[in-house]
């Protein structure tokens, strides 16, 4: 059984940083990790993934530069490092998985994950 779970999110102001962390189990070698967000009012965005298969990275145009995906297999944890914040990034962010090959075309289409975490809060003051 499958089951992801987040942490690390808070609040912080522009500018800042924060660490988000995703505890993976009953996940097989080759899968593809994701990072999304969803704010009030929009649809869920994908921000970033990665296949554990290979390390192959995928980012979303606004995040391009300042945050960083990574995952620690033996730990079998998912990270995102997330600098420079700003205000628009204030969002849910939810941990996600999928062991269906994906591209620069389908890695941030939501349906595309059949796994997904709870989610954990991010707010970010100007």
């Known amino acids: 059984q499958v089951q992801l779970v987040e942490s690390g999110g808070g609040s912080v102001q522009a500018g800042g940083s924060l660490r988000l962390s995703c505890a993976a189990s009953?996940?097989?070698?080759?899968?593809?990790l994701g990072w999304f967000r969803q704010a009030p009012g929009k649809e869920r965005e994908g921000v970033a993934t990665?296949?554990?298969?290979?390390?192959?990275?995928y980012y979303g145009d606004s995040v391009k530069g300042r945050f960083t995906i990574s995952r620690d297999n033996a730990r079998h944890t998912l990270y995102l490092q997330m600098n420079s914040l700003k205000p628009e990034d204030t969002a849910m962010y939810y941990c996600?998985?999928?062991?269906?090959?994906?591209?620069?075309?389908?890695?941030?289409?939501?349906?595309?994950?059949?796994?997904w975490g709870q989610g954990t809060q991010v707010t970010v003051s100007s």
């Open positions: 996600a998985a999928d062991f269906r090959p994906k591209n620069v075309d389908t890695w941030s289409a939501p349906g595309d994950y059949k796994y």
């Open positions: 009953g996940l097989l070698d080759r899968t593809y």
């Open positions: 990665i296949y554990t298969g290979g390390g192959t990275t």
